[in-house]
């Protein structure tokens, strides 16, 4: 976008939507923007997203469903971060922006890229009823679609076989395949650096991963790191798939182990793509975070401590 971009940002209180906000006040990216709009339900202090060094105008505006093109007015980007509990909303945002002068908006996505899936998934399969619905509605903005991998703080866990504090670790398929993973703050820093950009030269589809490891090299890593030996065992991809899409589901966590073996989280030149540099050419704005920082913070052992599987 020109310099002086005017940015909305819904659900920024949330897991992601606070790393959003985060990123959009950082220097340098914080010189790109005008002002940054909190779209609150109940109202709120903006001065809570800002640091003691922040110049940035950010304000907050409380909406009503009934009159989200008002909350919207004079946003040139609209960036939604709510989560998987409310697509009834986010359905809602969407139909107001026809009647709104929004130029580029970046859907809830911020995962995998489950255009590639070849089964059924009620989270994943709402998102794509989403876009679908904003090209029939908004055919002449910008939509793009910002696919991350696995969140880097959220991943090394029992939910997905990897028993940090047993140091055992269980691959769904081949424990070489490559994954890739980018942390909370990246994802919102990757969401600004595209929001600098003209609309025209924003992509309909973006990936990014801040690190691209196999489960036995994360293994090794935090192994190193203070882990010690972690055990590694693989079972058959083919029978968990088989079983795990038997049925319906909106937990992820199982799909997400069949899709690490699969290769569908790869997001390299040779697997899905890579648009790194887009967004961060040669880590000229940032430093991407990686397997080996999530692992000398943790000293190998991620959710350690997390009671598993929860009471």
């Not at 709009?37 to 950010?58: A, D, Q, Y």
């Not at 269980?170 to 950009?197: M, N, R």
Request: aromatic share 8%; net charge negative; hydrophobic share 35%.
């Amino acid at each position: 976008m020109t310099s002086g971009s005017v940015v909305a940002i819904a659900g920024a209180t949330g897991h992601l939507g606070k790393h959003v906000v985060s990123a959009f006040l950082s220097s340098p990216l914080k010189n790109d923007f005008s002002e940054i709009i909190i779209l609150s339900r109940h109202g709120g202090n903006s001065k809570e997203f800002l640091s003691p060094v922040t110049n940035v105008k950010v304000t907050t505006r409380t909406y009503t469903e009934e009159h989200l093109h008002e909350a919207l007015e004079g946003v040139d980007i609209l960036v939604n971060t709510i989560g998987a509990s409310g697509h009834a909303f986010k359905e809602k945002l969407l139909r107001a922006l026809p009647n709104t002068n929004v130029q580029v908006y970046l859907p809830s996505e911020f995962g995998v890229d489950h255009y590639v899936h070849d089964f059924p998934h009620l989270e994943w399969d709402q998102k794509k009823r989403h876009v679908e619905l904003a090209r029939e509605l908004i055919p002449h903005k910008k939509v793009c679609r910002v696919f991350c991998g696995l969140f880097l703080e959220d991943s090394i866990g029992p939910w997905f076989g990897l028993d940090t504090k047993h140091s055992r670790y269980e691959s769904v398929g081949s424990a070489k395949t490559p994954i890739s993973f980018t942390s909370l703050g990246d994802v919102g820093k990757t969401v600004a650096s595209l929001c600098t950009l003209a609309p025209n030269l924003i992509p309909d589809r973006v990936h990014v991963a801040g690190d691209t490891r196999s489960i036995s090299e994360v293994a090794d890593i935090m192994g190193a790191a203070g882990a010690g030996k972690v055990d590694v065992e693989e079972i058959d991809l083919n029978k968990y798939k088989q079983e795990t899409t038997a049925k319906l589901s909106k937990d992820p966590a199982a799909f997400l182990r069949f899709l690490m073996g699969e290769g569908n989280i790869r997001h390299t030149p040779d697997g899905l793509g890579n648009d790194n540099d887009l967004v961060n050419r040669d880590e000229q704005l940032w430093k991407w975070e990686t397997l080996a920082d999530l692992a000398k913070s943790t000293h190998g052992q991620p959710w350690k401590d997390f009671d598993w599987p929860p009471l």
